[in-house]
């Protein structure tokens, strides 16, 4: 009902409704629906914070132009919405997803407590709800937890990495967003760090796939890991740091290992912008 009718909704409203829905989110029984209320909450409060420092900078541009003389507190004010405005801007882009399809709930503290997860729980459950919670940076408790779980009894499910490894990266965006509003060493650190992390994560899952990837997450988990070679590249570029060379390396192996399921016009895609920046780089 709330989000029905988000567009009379105040800014405090909004965000209340998030952190109530993040609180539903955080509990041991977690479900496909809770998810998706989430994500639309964070969405909605994104957006309207967003409008809130939009309209504070449209008056403070207002007050500059129709003042002479330029206020140099009032330019730095300026400068400081403006940058919270593409922060929030690029958040709402980068934190959106599809809600999940499915309904289904799990019960985490029964989950933790089995020697085994059931097949049902993995693809109902674990899978669709994981590839969700990783573009809800708050909800770190669950999906700790879920990890964890899924470590122990599923260690050999490139599953697991493929999921980690996309929640660091999203880790990692947020943080180099900042990074480039401040232009501070820290968040750029802390945005390298979790890309790091990133592809531990997920040159883990590679590992356990075959020379030629047949399931579905198998494959996933190749594309992921090209995704990734490809979007680390563009982050060293961004920031202008030089591109190591065992990354160059890193990339080169992802062609290699794209090329059996290149006929996928999703592989070919990612494939072709490795290939681009290889020869770029030659």
Same mark, same amino acid.
Request: net charge negative.
């Given at each position: 009902?709330?989000?029905?009718?988000?567009?009379?909704?105040?800014?405090?409203?909004?965000?209340?409704?998030?952190?109530?829905?993040?609180?539903?989110?955080e509990t041991p029984m977690?479900?496909?629906?809770?998810?998706?209320?989430?994500?639309?909450?964070?969405?909605?409060?994104?957006?309207?914070?967003?409008?809130?420092?939009?309209? $504070?900078?449209? !008056?403070?541009? /207002? =007050?500059?132009?129709?003042?002479?003389?330029?206020?140099?507190? @009032?330019?730095?004010?300026?400068?400081?919405?403006?940058?919270?405005?593409?922060?929030?801007?690029?958040?709402?882009?980068?934190?959106?997803?599809?809600?999940?399809?499915?309904?289904?709930?799990?019960?985490?503290?029964?989950?933790?407590?089995?020697?085994?997860?059931?097949?049902?729980?993995?693809?109902?459950?674990?899978?669709?709800?994981?590839?969700?919670?990783?573009?809800?940076?708050?909800?770190s408790q669950n999906l700790?937890?879920?990890?964890?779980?899924?470590?122990?009894?599923?260690?050999?499910?490139?599953?697991?990495?493929?999921?980690?490894?996309?929640?660091?990266?999203?880790?990692?965006?947020?943080?180099?967003?900042?990074?480039?509003?401040?232009?501070?060493?820290?968040?750029?650190? $802390?945005?390298? !760090?979790?890309? /790091? =992390?990133?592809?531990?994560?997920?040159?883990?899952?590679?590992? @356990?796939?075959?020379?030629?990837?047949?399931?579905?997450?198998?494959?996933?988990?190749?594309?992921?890991?090209?995704?990734?070679?490809?979007?680390?590249?563009?982050?060293?570029?961004?920031?202008?740091?030089?591109?190591?060379?065992?990354?160059?390396?890193?990339?080169?192996?992802?062609?290699?290992l794209l090329e059996p399921?290149?006929?996928?016009?999703?592989?070919?895609?990612?494939?072709?912008?490795?290939?681009?920046?290889?020869?770029?780089?030659?």
């Amino acid at each position: 009902m709330f989000l029905q009718e988000a567009e009379n909704r105040s800014l405090e409203n909004a965000r209340d409704a998030f952190l109530l829905a993040m609180l539903e989110v955080e509990t041991p029984m977690i479900s496909t629906q809770k998810i998706n209320m989430a994500l639309a909450a964070q969405t909605l409060y994104l957006t309207k914070l967003q409008k809130y420092i939009q309209d $504070d900078l449209s !008056e403070t541009e /207002s =007050k500059i132009k129709g003042g002479g003389n330029v206020d140099a507190i @009032l330019k730095k004010q300026e400068e400081r919405l403006q940058g919270e405005v593409d922060f929030l801007q690029k958040c709402v882009v980068l934190l959106k997803t599809e809600p999940i399809a499915s309904v289904y709930e799990l019960n985490l503290n029964k989950s933790k407590a089995e020697k085994t997860i059931p097949f049902g729980d993995i693809k109902n459950g674990f899978d669709p709800m994981l590839r969700s919670l990783v573009f809800l940076p708050l909800a770190s408790q669950n999906l700790e937890l879920m990890f964890d779980i899924l470590h122990r009894l599923e260690g050999k499910n490139p599953l697991v990495g493929l999921h980690q490894s996309k929640m660091y990266d999203v880790l990692a965006q947020i943080q180099l967003i900042i990074a480039t509003a401040v232009n501070e060493a820290e968040p750029k650190k $802390d945005g390298f !760090e979790h890309l /790091s =992390k990133a592809m531990s994560a997920i040159s883990g899952a590679v590992k @356990l796939v075959g020379d030629v990837p047949e399931k579905s997450v198998e494959k996933a988990a190749i594309h992921r890991f090209g995704q990734l070679c490809y979007t680390i590249h563009r982050s060293y570029k961004s920031h202008n740091i030089p591109v190591p060379n065992d990354h160059m390396d890193r990339m080169q192996k992802a062609v290699s290992l794209l090329e059996p399921i290149a006929a996928d016009p999703r592989i070919q895609k990612i494939q072709s912008k490795l290939l681009y920046v290889l020869s770029e780089e030659n």
